[in-house]
């Protein structure tokens, strides 16, 4: 399953096409979702999105037997925004899941929205953040306090690590100048203290396109093809 980057404002599930034609060729069913990006229309939050996400593997799966596909496991995969929702899948799965999720692969996702991370200067700066991506009333007081933390965490992939957590391989530049460079150091170390198999991959000449380093792009699609030989039971 891909999911479409943007900013959590933009994007569409059609920006999932190469990837999944690349995949149908190997002899997996694929699909690309949407969900609900943010506008002053339409706002949106990462709970809404995270929800989307679990309803939309429930469609894939029953829409897949209609087709005569019995979908028995998945992976799940996402570019930058994307990529955190497909994190935040495979790492908190609802208990009626439709089907396990293997593994998980990711490019630029961010795994952590402590307001520290993002360059917020100030208490009030911080406390716009937070209620932005949570989509809760986060106030400069509760910053100072620490009681916005248990709302970011509830967003944060990385806040969710435990010894039961799927495999993962991650894909960053180096020169992100979108999401913060040091913040897959946060999934990465919980990751590693959990003892969960992960691979990263680093893109040391590319920024949040990771378009400079075409070397890594073929061994993150090789490391990704190792993964699916390893961890899917039914190939």
Request: proline share 6%.
């Amino acid at each position: 399953m891909f999911i479409h980057g943007g900013g959590f404002t933009g994007g569409d599930k059609a920006e999932g096409e190469v990837w999944g034609k690349y995949f149908v060729s190997k002899g997996y069913v694929c699909a690309s979702i949407n969900y609900t990006i943010h506008t002053e229309q339409t706002p949106s939050n990462l709970k809404i999105m995270y929800q989307e996400t679990r309803e939309a593997v429930e469609h894939i799966c029953a829409q897949a037997q209609q087709l005569g596909y019995n979908i028995t496991e998945m992976a799940a995969t996402g570019v930058s925004a994307g990529g955190c929702l497909a994190l935040m899948y495979a790492y908190n799965p609802s208990e009626n899941a439709p089907v396990p999720v293997k593994f998980v692969f990711e490019q630029v996702g961010p795994v952590s929205f402590e307001p520290s991370e993002w360059g917020n200067g100030t208490e009030e700066q911080s406390a716009a953040f937070a209620s932005f991506m949570t989509g809760e009333e986060i106030t400069a007081e509760m910053i100072r306090n620490g009681e916005y933390k248990p709302y970011t965490d509830a967003i944060s992939p990385a806040a969710y690590v435990n010894a039961d957590t799927v495999p993962t391989i991650l894909g960053y530049g180096v020169r992100d100048g979108a999401v913060p460079p040091s913040l897959k150091y946060i999934l990465i170390d919980a990751l590693e203290q959990n003892g969960v198999p992960y691979e990263y991959i680093e893109f040391s000449n590319s920024g949040h396109g990771l378009l400079n380093d075409p070397d890594k792009t073929q061994e993150y699609i090789d490391t990704v093809n190792e993964y699916l030989d390893l961890y899917f039971e039914n190939k």
